[in-house]
């Protein structure tokens, strides 16, 4: 009894094993329809067709289950910009003038001057000094002056000599205008019978950095300087 049971399942189980069989190629073919109807009927697909998504010779794949793959599209890479390395260094180009600074405020000024004639005096370098006019905004410049001229009136005629040659460089550079130098002498001038007490050569350093800036040639703006002294004649004839 036993054995005719086991067959009689067996042979159940191979009949439903065949008839999911049969079934297979239905299922197949009603979502290959139901594709080929979705392409023939435009209007019954999704906003997006397929053909915008996919490449001109792409076909379907259909899986088991009647599901369609479609490629994902493809999204264009943009390839990054590559500055050169003077625009990322902020660096100017060649044949570019240096940017003369416009604006300094009063402190900042008295800063860099101090720190230019320190330096000026200890390298005693003209070419080292090159720069200190030119990196100083112009209605600033005449404080440079100034400050080299009551140093090195108070000093020795080698720092006086050192100045002048310094005024005649940027003389010639045209770093300098003689109105800008004139009112950067103005101050020590008004001081300079003061200064003749503790100084007594002061009359001949003053006179070694006015032919440096050169004065010499410009007897009218020679004497307005000198009008500030009780000697003027000195003055103007150790210039001229």
């Known amino acids: 009894m036993g054995a005719p049971m086991v067959m009689s399942q067996w042979s ?3 009949g439903r094993k065949k ?29 997006t ?6 490449p001109s010779d792409w076909k379907p794949r259909v899986d088991n289950l009647g ?23 902020g660096n100017p180009s060649e044949g570019e003038s240096r940017v003369i600074p416009t604006a300094m405020s009063e402190e900042d000024v008295k800063k860099k001057i101090d720190e230019d ?7 005693r370098s003209l070419r080292e000094a090159d720069d200190y006019f030119p990196n100083l905004p112009d209605e600033h410049r005449f404080r440079l002056v100034d400050k080299l001229v009551a140093s090195a009136l108070k000093s020795k005629v080698t ?3 050192l100045v002048g040659d310094f005024f005649a460089q940027a003389t ?69």
């Open 49 to 54: 067709s397929i053909k915008s998504i996919c």
């Open 172 to 240: 010639n550079n045209g770093q300098c205008p003689l109105e800008v130098f004139e009112k950067g002498f103005m101050p020590m001038a008004e001081f300079l019978n003061d200064v003749v007490i503790d100084a007594p050569r002061a009359f001949v350093y003053m006179a070694i950095m006015l032919r440096g800036a050169g004065f010499q040639n410009e007897p009218e703006r020679l004497h307005r300087i000198a009008s500030k002294l009780e000697d003027s004649d000195k003055l103007v004839s150790l210039v001229a």
């Open 19 to 47: 008839d999911s069989k049969r079934q297979s190629p239905s299922r197949l073919n009603s979502s290959s329809n139901m594709f080929h109807m979705l392409s023939q009927n435009p209007e019954l697909a999704p906003e």
């Open 67 to 89: 599901h369609v793959s479609v490629p994902k599209p493809a999204v264009p890479h943009s390839k990054p910009q590559i500055l050169p390395r003077s625009a990322l260094a």
């Open 159 to 161: 720092d006086a000599r």
């Open 117 to 123: 004639v320190k330096e000026f005096f200890a390298v």
């Open 12 to 14: 159940a189980f191979a």
